[in-house]
């Protein structure tokens, strides 16, 4: 079988450390558990050898802790870190799980994502058609500043939260265009790699959660994918024309997702990638309750990417990159390129061309920050997630859309 399987180990004992932050200040344990949770950030063996997650209890005072998970990204995607973490809170808050339904495992979704693939029927067919004809390679976005990688995928990121202000006017403009927050968020995205590149037609990776049914909605695993949304610039075109083109593309995507091949559509190079996550808002804290503050996921390669996380009424700007390729500064810059766009009266009938001159140099980016929160209030968890490609091997540490007639996974 030439897609990957689930191999269950016969035994898998996982590893807790406890560390001992209390009586620091506030300060001296944020610095502590940024020093933590970077260092989980490393490659690992892989899933195959245990431990297979780690775990580190971080104790901050009487009523507070945070707890940092590590799995391998062979065997969760970001969304199963929200995943387990919802299943902690409930189990914290005693909370009894009586009347769900058990989650797929993930050896049936894997069945199933080959019998799609591999199948000879009439969805199967038209499946290979579609993505034989949109993941066709493309030219690769030639990024300024980019250097020649000269070693291995070294994933870092730079965060930043947009101003309220913005965040606000970005979800009027979704509201009066009849669009979601994140195909105006893509739409500017795209509309930026044009401009820095000067290329026209471009694919973007864009990260699809793939727990459309019932039966994936809890699943822990490896369900994302990145697939290749095109971005189209061959005309004179305004951003409402460009959010059309992105809305439509998503769609037809999302039709077919299931029978999208990973890795096909993006040529050698590594691609630029665009991923939006909304995740609740922390309520009121219980007795004990956890959330997640922190997390770090990274499933596929990729010498760009913008993660757009959305909680509650807030909208956080993580801007990966390869450390190979780019300097921190460089993306510093495009993330206030970013900014500065979203910034501008998109609703105004105005070519690109024409916005694009309101913003060729913007006037500074000293809004930035590295996005490092205080320690939470309340019990939390923290998760971070590396990796290279599937067939790398790093670690995981502390990913929806309507279609018609497609086979749901079905648990026996």
């Avoid at 897609?3 to 590893?15: E, H, I, K, N, W």
């Avoid at 009523?63 to 919802?86: E, H």
Wanted: charged share 20%; aromatic share 8%; proline share 6%.
């Amino acid at each position: 079988m030439s897609f990957p399987f689930q191999v269950v180990l016969d035994r898998a004992t996982p590893s807790l450390e406890t560390v001992n932050l209390v009586g620091l200040s506030a300060a001296e344990q944020a610095s502590r558990i940024d020093e933590l949770f970077g260092k989980e950030q490393v490659q690992s063996t892989g899933p195959e050898q245990a431990p297979i997650l780690t775990a580190k209890l971080v104790s901050l005072g009487s009523s507070r802790c945070a707890l940092l998970l590590s799995i391998p990204a062979m065997s969760a995607d970001r969304r199963s870190l929200q995943i387990v973490v919802n299943e902690l809170d409930k189990i914290a808050a005693n909370r009894p799980a009586a009347g769900e339904q058990e989650p797929l495992r993930y050896v049936q979704f894997a069945q199933w994502q080959n019998d799609l693939i591999e199948g000879d029927d009439e969805n199967a067919v038209r499946g290979r058609e579609f993505w034989k004809q949109h993941a066709e390679s493309a030219p690769s976005l030639a990024i300024p500043n980019e250097r020649k990688s000269t070693g291995g995928f070294s994933p870092q990121v730079w965060a930043c939260d947009l101003d309220s202000v913005t965040f606000r006017s970005v979800e009027t403009l979704a509201t009066n265009l009849k669009a979601s927050s994140a195909e105006i968020l893509l739409a500017a995205w795209q509309s930026l790699l044009h401009r820095l590149t000067g290329q026209s037609l471009f694919p973007v990776g864009v990260v699809f959660d793939g727990r459309d049914y019932d039966e994936l909605r809890d699943t822990v695993g490896l369900i994302a994918k990145t697939v290749p949304i095109h971005g189209r610039f061959d005309g004179n075109f305004r951003f409402r024309e460009v959010i059309e083109n992105v809305r439509s593309a998503v769609s037809d995507a999302a039709e077919w997702q299931e029978h999208y091949i990973p890795g096909s559509g993006f040529g050698t190079d590594l691609p630029v990638s665009f991923e939006f996550l909304a995740e609740p808002s922390s309520g009121a804290p219980t007795t004990a309750s956890f959330s997640l503050r922190r997390a770090f996921a990274c499933q596929d390669s990729y010498k760009l990417k913008l993660l757009a996380v959305r909680g509650g009424n807030d909208l956080a700007l993580e801007f990966h990159f390869d450390g190979s390729r780019f300097d921190r500064e460089c993306i510093q810059r495009f993330a206030g390129y970013y900014q500065c766009l979203l910034q501008r009266p998109f609703s105004t009938p105005k070519p690109m061309r024409t916005v694009f001159r309101y913003w060729t140099k913007p006037s500074g980016i000293s809004s930035l920050s590295t996005g490092t929160r205080p320690p939470p209030n309340t019990r939390a968890i923290s998760a971070s997630t590396s990796c290279s490609r599937l067939k790398s091997r790093s670690r995981l540490t502390a990913l929806r859309c309507a279609a018609t007639n497609r086979r749901s996974p079905t648990a026996n």
